[in-house]
């Protein structure tokens, strides 16, 4: 008698890997908002001195600033 294979879903699961593709920056604060089951986060820009927080908005707002920033020495070697 033959066992049925696991079915693979094809709609992505909203817990793994984000959509979203940013830089890794040192000066960036994700902060994570509290909604019923979607993960949603602010995004701070803390350049340049790491006091005053600049607000860029939610992640897709903030997504092609932080990726178009070209200040030196704020991301890692392998995101320039």
């Known amino acids: ?3 049925p294979l696991p079915t693979i879903s ?3 699961d909203p817990y793994r890997l984000a959509a979203h593709r940013i830089k890794r920056c040192t000066f ?3 902060i994570q ?3 019923g089951t979607d993960r949603l ?3 701070e820009c803390l350049l340049p001195d790491r006091r005053v927080p600049i607000p860029l908005g939610h992640l897709d707002s903030a997504t092609p600033i932080c990726n178009s ?3 030196p ?3 890692r070697p392998d995101e320039d």
Do not use: G, W
């Open 41 to 43: 986060y602010d995004v």
């Open 28 to 30: 960036r604060r994700l």
């Open 10 to 12: 094809l709609e992505p």
């Open 33 to 35: 908002i509290d909604t």
């Open 1 to 3: 008698m033959a066992l």
């Open 73 to 75: 020495h704020t991301f």
């Open 69 to 71: 920033c070209t200040a």
